[in-house]
């Protein structure tokens, strides 16, 4: 005997909000903006290799001339004048943590670590919602 019903259920929006999302929430887009970064040219990218260069050149200096402190990392006192050295002050959202370094150039970020036994760089792109109180170039450790 045909019936009237469908012979599938009819899809709910909750179901159509998870094909459009995938596994996601409904709202994980929005309620992740903070982790998004600007995206960057194939030249401002190159121009932030060459400010990466320059930083680490600066920085390993400070790692030859040794005294980590607790952890194996570098105090803020010492990346601060380092960096200060190439000009690099709060003007260019400079922000130090334990063997923690952020410069944005104006175009990119330059981020990484300086330890006793490592030296690192990242150019990327600056945050839309960065950590409150660090500048543009630090990754936001909660949310909005």
């Known amino acids: 005997m045909p019936s009237d019903l ?4 009819v899809p709910s929006v909750t179901g159509a ?25 194939p030249d401002e990218r190159a121009r932030g290799q060459a400010s990466a260069k320059l930083i680490r050149e600066e920085l390993e200096k400070v790692r030859q001339e040794g005294g980590a402190g607790e952890h194996g990392v570098f105090g803020g006192e010492r990346i601060a004048a380092a960096l200060s050295r190439l000009g690099c002050g709060e003007e260019h959202g400079v922000y130090i943590g334990p063997g923690f370094y952020s410069v944005h150039t104006g175009v990119v970020c330059v981020s990484g670590d300086v330890t006793k036994h490592e030296l690192t760089s990242e150019v990327h792109g600056a945050y839309i919602e960065p950590q409150p109180g660090t500048g543009p170039c630090v990754k936001n450790r909660g949310g909005h």
């Open 6 to 9: 469908p012979s599938s259920p």
């Open 17 to 41: 909000r998870q094909e459009e999302n995938g596994d996601q929430a409904p709202h994980y887009a929005e309620n992740h903006a903070y982790r998004v970064q600007a995206s960057l040219t």
